[in-house]
């Protein structure tokens, strides 16, 4: 971890594809870059011997860098596997049944798209965060899946900031050039994915550009000093 550190921090989440191998320096290289607070580990089409091999390989990482390893849906791996959280969709497993089955002070997300009532919801449950989103265009999801579920706008951010103290994390299509409003609006976590995996000189330069641009954004929103 960064000597750096805001109140607003990086979430990355990996590509829903990947060769392990090629991957995983990737991985070492972008917590190399700064400061990350978690990474969800999303592979949507994978086998468990397949989810079950990147756990193994990938969670030391993050674990020697600081940063939480989440699971995307597989509540039954990440409690056998023992990662330190999952993330949930709207038809994934209710957060209670997630609760009962992993490990005294797990994480649990809930994505709730552009909506507070969701995300009321979800906190009512006993989710430890919400995430919101996409806040602008993406190819991590089908255009079917963004229509339905709609974009927020940082409003939505202020809003909840505002009125909870659930932390929230904002996703979908944010580069270090478009995640300061959302920084200002309130958000506790930006995600990244493509703008990280794919950025031309490498994820170690665009974590080390997304926590400048997070440390600008927070000295808008006066979290930190100017």
């Known amino acids: 971890m960064s000597d750096d550190y805001y109140p607003c921090r990086l979430y990355l989440v990996s ?22 607070g978690a ?28 940063a939480a390893f989440i699971l995307n849906d597989r509540v039954d791996l990440a409690a056998k596997l023992q990662c330190d959280g999952v993330h949930l969709g709207q038809d994934d497993m209710k957060v209670a049944e997630a609760r009962g089955m992993l490990h005294e002070g797990a994480v649990i997300g ?11 919801e979800a906190g009512e449950a006993g989710a430890d ?5 996409a806040f602008y265009h993406t190819t991590s999801k089908s255009p079917e899946k963004l229509a339905r579920y709609g974009t927020p706008t940082p409003e939505l951010l202020s809003w909840w900031q505002t009125y909870t103290t659930l932390p929230s994390v904002a996703i979908g299509g944010i580069t270090p050039e478009n995640c300061g409003p959302l920084v200002t609006a309130g958000t506790d976590f930006i ?20 926590n400048a641009a997070i440390k600008e954004g927070l000295k808008a929103r006066g979290a930190v000093a100017a």
């Open 15 to 36: 590509p829903q594809k990947f060769t392990l191998g090629v991957f995983a320096p990737k991985l070492e290289a972008a917590f190399a870059g700064g400061d990350v």
């Open 39 to 66: 990474f969800q580990l999303r592979l949507k089409e994978a086998s468990d011997g397949e989810i079950t091999e990147a756990v193994r390989v990938l969670m030391p990482l993050a674990a020697a860098s600081g």
């Open 110 to 120: 809930v994505s709730c798209h552009d909506s507070g009532h969701l995300a009321m």
């Open 129 to 133: 965060y919400v995430a919101f989103g």
């Open 191 to 210: 995600a990244a994915i493509t703008s990280v995996w794919k950025h031309p000189h490498g994820p170690g330069a665009a974590v080390k550009e997304f």
